[in-house]
C-alpha cells in the first residue's frame, strides 16, 4: 500500500508548489553567501576605519596639528575631543566605511548601488585634499599673520594714529601690528578657500571667490588711501593750528582736516569701485550753503553793527548838523537877495542913463 501511495503524495507535492517559487527559493539560498560575505566585508571595515581614525587621531595630536590650528576657524578653544586631529580621524574612518560599503555592493551584485558609490568614492580623493588644503593654509595663514604682526608692531606706528578715526579701529584690533597681521592671515584663507573650491571642482563657487579676488586689490588700494589721508590731514592741522594760538587758526585747522578726510574718503571710494556721486552732491550742497549762510551772516553783522555803532554818534551830533544845515541855508538866502537887490540897482542905474541920453539934444 505504501509503495502505491508514496508516488502519489509526490506528484500531489509537485502540483501544489508553483516552479517560480522554487525558483525564488533556490536563488534566496544561492544567494545567501554573497549576503554572508558582505556582513563580514562591512564588519570588517568597520574594524578597520575604527582603527585608522583612531590612529589617524593620536598621529595628528602627537605632531599638535590641534595646537596649530587653535586660533584658526578651523580649530575650537573648547573641543575636548582633540579638534582639528579628532575630525580628520573621523573623516578617515568615514573613508574607509564608504569602501567596505562599496566592496559589499560588489559581492552583492547590486549594479545601480555599486555604480552609485563608484561615483562618490571618485569624488572622496578629491574632498580628501581639498581638507589638506584647507588644514595647511589655514595654518600658514595664522603663522604668516604672527610673523607680520611682529614685524609691523616693531615700527610702533599706533602712536601716529592717536587722535584720528583710525585709532578706534586699531586698539579694537590691538594696533597697527595685530590689525595687519590679520589681514594677512585672513587674505591666506581666502586664497586657501580658493584653491580648496578649484580642487573639489565647484564651478559657481570658484567664480565667487574669483570675482572677489579680483575686488581685493582694490580695496586695499582703498584702505592704503584712507591711512595715507588720515595721516596727512592730521599733519596739515598740526601745521595751520601752530601759526599762533588763536581760536581762529584752531578753527581752520580743523576746517582743513574735515576737507582733507572727505577728500581721502572719496577717493578711497572711488579706488574701491563705490560710486562718489552723492559724497559730491552732498559737499557741493554744504559748501554753498556754508559759504551762503556765511555770507548772509557776514552782511547782518555789518548791518547791525554799522547801525548799532552809529546810533550814539547820530545823537551826539544831529544838533550839530541841523545848525549847520540851517546856517547853509540862511547863507544861501541872503547871497539870493543879495544878488536880486545888486541886480535891481544896475537896472535902475541903466534906465537913468538911457533917459539921461535921450533928452540930450547933443545926441543928435
Same mark, same amino acid.
Given at each position: 500500500?505504501?509503495?502505491?501511495?508514496?508516488?502519489? %503524495?509526490?506528484?500531489?507535492?509537485?502540483?501544489?508548489?508553483?516552479?517560480?517559487?522554487?525558483?525564488?527559493?533556490?536563488?534566496?539560498?544561492? #544567494?545567501?553567501?554573497?549576503?554572508?560575505?558582505?556582513?563580514?566585508?562591512?564588519?570588517?571595515?568597520?574594524?578597520?576605519?575604527?582603527?585608522?581614525?583612531?590612529?589617524? =587621531?593620536?598621529?595628528?595630536?602627537?605632531?599638535?596639528?590641534?595646537?596649530?590650528?587653535?586660533? @584658526?576657524?578651523?580649530?575650537?578653544?573648547?573641543?575636548?575631543?582633540?579638534?582639528?586631529?579628532?575630525?580628520?580621524?573621523?573623516?578617515?574612518?568615514?573613508?574607509?566605511?564608504?569602501?567596505?560599503? $562599496?566592496?559589499?555592493?560588489?559581492?552583492?551584485? %547590486?549594479?545601480?548601488?555599486?555604480?552609485?558609490?563608484?561615483?562618490?568614492?571618485? #569624488?572622496?580623493?578629491?574632498?580628501?585634499?581639498?581638507?589638506?588644503?584647507?588644514?595647511?593654509?589655514?595654518?600658514?595663514?595664522?603663522?604668516?599673520?604672527?610673523?607680520?604682526?611682529?614685524?609691523?608692531?616693531?615700527?610702533?606706528?599706533?602712536?601716529?594714529?592717536?587722535? @584720528?578715526?583710525?585709532?578706534? %579701529?586699531?586698539?579694537?584690533?590691538?594696533?597697527?601690528?595685530?590689525?595687519?597681521?590679520?589681514?594677512?592671515?585672513?587674505?591666506?584663507?581666502?586664497?586657501?578657500?580658493?584653491?580648496?573650491?578649484?580642487?573639489?571642482?565647484?564651478?559657481? $563657487?570658484?567664480?565667487?571667490?574669483?570675482? #572677489?579676488?579680483?575686488?581685493?586689490?582694490?580695496?586695499?588700494?582703498?584702505?592704503?588711501?584712507?591711512?595715507?589721508?588720515?595721516?596727512?590731514?592730521?599733519?596739515?592741522?598740526?601745521?595751520?593750528?601752530?601759526?599762533?594760538?588763536?581760536?581762529?587758526? =584752531?578753527?581752520?585747522?580743523?576746517?582743513?582736516?574735515?576737507?582733507?578726510?572727505?577728500? @581721502?574718503? @572719496?577717493?578711497?571710494?572711488?579706488?574701491?569701485?563705490?560710486?562718489?556721486?552723492?559724497?559730491? =552732491?552732498?559737499?557741493?550742497?554744504?559748501?554753498?550753503?556754508?559759504?551762503?549762510?556765511?555770507?548772509?551772516?557776514?552782511?547782518?553783522?555789518?548791518?547791525?553793527?554799522?547801525?548799532?555803532?552809529?546810533?550814539?554818534?547820530?545823537?551826539?551830533?544831529?544838533?550839530?548838523?541841523?545848525?549847520?544845515?540851517?546856517?547853509?541855508?540862511?547863507?544861501?538866502?541872503?547871497?539870493?537877495?543879495?544878488?536880486?537887490?545888486?541886480?535891481?540897482?544896475?537896472?535902475?542905474?541903466?534906465?537913468?542913463?538911457?533917459?539921461?541920453?535921450?533928452?540930450?539934444?547933443?545926441?543928435?
Amino acid at each position: 500500500m505504501r509503495s502505491q501511495a508514496q508516488p502519489l %503524495i509526490e506528484t500531489a507535492l509537485q502540483v501544489q508548489v508553483p516552479g517560480f517559487l522554487q525558483e525564488t527559493i533556490a536563488n534566496i539560498i544561492a #544567494f545567501i553567501p554573497a549576503i554572508i560575505g558582505a556582513v563580514i566585508i562591512l564588519l570588517i571595515g568597520w574594524i578597520l576605519g575604527r582603527i585608522l581614525g583612531g590612529i589617524t =587621531t593620536r598621529v595628528l595630536e602627537k605632531i599638535g596639528l590641534s595646537d596649530h590650528t587653535r586660533q @584658526t576657524p578651523l580649530g575650537s578653544e573648547t573641543d575636548p575631543d582633540g579638534g582639528i586631529a579628532s575630525a580628520v580621524g573621523t573623516l578617515v574612518s568615514y573613508i574607509v566605511y564608504f569602501y567596505a560599503a $562599496l566592496a559589499a555592493a560588489d559581492v552583492l551584485g %547590486i549594479a545601480i548601488l555599486s555604480e552609485s558609490l563608484s561615483e562618490i568614492g571618485a #569624488f572622496l580623493p578629491v574632498l580628501f585634499s581639498a581638507a589638506i588644503i584647507l588644514i595647511i593654509g589655514f595654518i600658514v595663514g595664522r603663522k604668516l599673520g604672527d610673523i607680520i604682526a611682529d614685524i609691523v608692531g616693531g615700527f610702533r606706528l599706533t602712536t601716529y594714529v592717536q587722535g @584720528t578715526p583710525l585709532e578706534g %579701529i586699531t586698539t579694537s584690533a590691538g594696533g597697527i601690528g595685530n590689525a595687519t597681521g590679520k589681514l594677512v592671515e585672513y587674505a591666506v584663507y581666502f586664497f586657501t578657500l580658493l584653491t580648496a573650491a578649484d580642487t573639489l571642482g565647484i564651478t559657481a $563657487l570658484s567664480q565667487l571667490l574669483n570675482d #572677489f579676488a579680483a575686488f581685493v586689490p582694490a580695496l586695499i588700494g582703498g584702505l592704503l588711501v584712507l591711512v595715507v589721508g588720515v595721516f596727512v590731514a592730521d599733519a596739515l592741522e598740526d601745521i595751520v593750528a601752530s601759526v599762533d594760538a588763536s581760536r581762529l587758526t =584752531t578753527l581752520a585747522g580743523l576746517g582743513v582736516k574735515l576737507f582733507v578726510y572727505y577728500i @581721502t574718503i @572719496t577717493i578711497a571710494l572711488d579706488t574701491i569701485g563705490f560710486s562718489t556721486a552723492v559724497l559730491t =552732491t552732498f559737499f557741493t550742497a554744504a559748501v554753498t550753503a556754508l559759504f551762503g549762510a556765511l555770507g548772509v551772516a557776514l552782511a547782518l553783522a555789518i548791518a547791525i553793527g554799522v547801525g548799532w555803532g552809529s546810533k550814539d554818534y547820530v545823537a551826539e551830533n544831529i544838533d550839530d548838523w541841523m545848525a549847520s544845515a540851517r546856517r547853509s541855508v540862511s547863507g544861501l538866502n541872503e547871497e539870493s537877495s543879495t544878488r536880486a537887490n545888486s541886480g535891481l540897482g544896475e537896472d535902475t542905474h541903466t534906465r537913468s542913463r538911457d533917459d539921461f541920453d535921450s533928452s540930450d539934444p547933443t545926441n543928435d
